[in-house]
């Protein structure tokens, strides 16, 4: 397996512009890993029934955009066999070494990876069965070109398959000061990098807007009241803090009580947590 560069001039740099690298707000490579692995966990059931729900099965070509260190992909490359393959797409160097090697460590052959950018994928127009994307329009600037790019890399009769979560789900039943801060700590982030943290919510409209004049929808809540997936917010904030930072969002200080709190309602049990709500949309292009 090998990572295949494309969408960036000689010099690095995007050829729309800048280097969306360098506008991703949380960790990439190692220090990302454990953090997607846990999201991996409390998100891959739902993406799992999502993927099968929207026509997953053997012998089709699925591109995966914003494939992070490949967790999707692996399992995708599995329900696509015989016949089928995956090719993953990253702007990120690092998330791309992670996934290519645990991808050969796997054995696995359908599967390749692609280092560009969403807008301006580089793979093959009209190449595709299935397009998918998970947590990636959330870090996007201009999250219709993204989609734009995605549905033109579908066949006549293709499937695009979008997952992605809004702010508006994340609150805790007590009500805390942690969550009520990091909502509004997200706010201010997501808006000095003009991202939208709402942007779950609006994907069956974006579809619409793209010419998908069908799309399904179904929205995933997760709760919970115990184990290490509780604590997903606390390492998100941890690994976000440069970025809050940089955007004036919050203080140091400020960062280790909320992070503190966060850890102590992870393991009071008594405290409901609402996660994140998810908003799965698939279509069918026509
Ligand atoms: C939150 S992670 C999600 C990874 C994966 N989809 C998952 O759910 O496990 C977002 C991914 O999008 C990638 N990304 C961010 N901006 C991008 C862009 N403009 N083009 C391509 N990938 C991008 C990041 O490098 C990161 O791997």
Request: charged content about 25%.
């Amino acid at each position: 397996m090998q990572i295949v560069r494309i969408g960036y001039s000689s010099r690095g740099i995007m050829q729309g512009g800048q280097n969306p690298d360098k506008r991703y707000i949380l960790a990439t490579g190692e220090k990302a890993v454990s953090r997607l692995d846990l999201l991996e966990r409390i998100f891959g059931p739902a993406t799992r029934h999502l993927l099968s729900a929207a026509g997953l099965c053997s012998g089709l070509r699925v591109a995966e955009i914003g494939c992070g260190i490949g967790l999707t992909a692996r399992w995708v490359s599995a329900q696509v066999s015989p016949g089928g393959s995956v090719a993953g797409v990253d702007s990120s160097t690092e998330q791309l070494r992670i996934a290519e090697k645990s991808g050969a460590e796997a054995g696995i052959t359908n599967l390749s990876f692609h280092e560009g950018s969403a807008y301006e994928t580089g793979l093959p127009r009209d190449g595709f069965d299935l397009v998918y994307s998970r947590f990636l329009l959330c870090h996007l600037d201009d999250p219709l070109k993204a989609l734009a790019e995605m549905s033109s890399l579908l066949k006549r009769g293709g499937i695009l398959v979008c997952e992605d979560h809004d702010d508006g789900g994340i609150f805790t039943e007590p009500p805390t000061q942690a969550y009520k801060r990091l909502v509004e700590i997200s706010g201010t982030v997501n808006r000095s990098h003009a991202l939208d943290a709402h942007i779950g919510l609006k994907l069956p409209r974006l579809f619409r807007e793209m010419g998908f004049s069908q799309p399904e929808v179904k929205v995933n809540q997760v709760a919970l009241l115990r184990g290490e997936e509780k604590r997903f917010w606390e390492l998100t904030l941890r690994e976000a803090a440069p970025a809050i930072l940089a955007a004036q969002a919050s203080t140091s200080a400020e960062l280790n009580v909320i992070c503190e709190e966060m850890r102590k309602i992870a393991q009071d049990e008594s405290i409901l947590l609402m996660l994140a709500r998810v908003t799965q949309v698939w279509a069918r292009k026509t």
